[in-house]
């Protein structure tokens, strides 16, 4: 909005507030982040697409910008992906165990069977 008419001759330069930016602020974009670091453990992400996510608000808290909740967040999705892939190894290791374990039982039973002969 003008505060005095506008005479084209008289004009040095337009200012025009709320105008397009060139990309989001720093706020908009801490919030994105944010939304994405939650959601990823509602969807179905491989292990590298959460890896890539969390480097990605790595460099953007690393850039200097400044968010609390983010960096917090960000914490906790840490701790989170350290869990699952712990929790995936001691499956595996507890898979192998039952293999192993059923393996034994069948090998025991096999010699009950000849030593019962």
């Known amino acids: ?5 506008f005479v084209l ?9 709320g105008g397009e930016t060139d990309g989001p602020g720093p706020e908009q974009r801490a919030i994105e982040l944010l ?4 959601l990823s453990w509602s969807m179905e992400l491989s ?14 808290l690393d850039d200097g910008n400044i968010n609390e909740l983010l ?3 960000l914490e906790i999705i840490r701790v ?8 995936n190894q ?4 507890q898979s192998i165990t ?7 039982e069948l090998s025991l039973l096999s010699r009950l069977k000849e030593i019962q002969m």
């Open 90 to 93: 001691m499956q595996a290791i």
């Open 9 to 17: 001759s008289h004009a040095l330069k337009v200012v025009v507030e």
């Open 1 to 5: 909005m003008c505060r005095a008419p």
């Open 71 to 73: 960096a917090k967040a």
């Open 35 to 38: 939304r994405k670091l939650l």
């Open 80 to 87: 989170l992906n350290q869990l699952s892939h712990d929790l």
């Open 98 to 104: 039952k293999e192993e374990a059923a393996a034994v």
């Open 47 to 60: 292990e590298q697409d959460r890896i890539e996510l969390v480097m990605e608000v790595e460099q953007w």
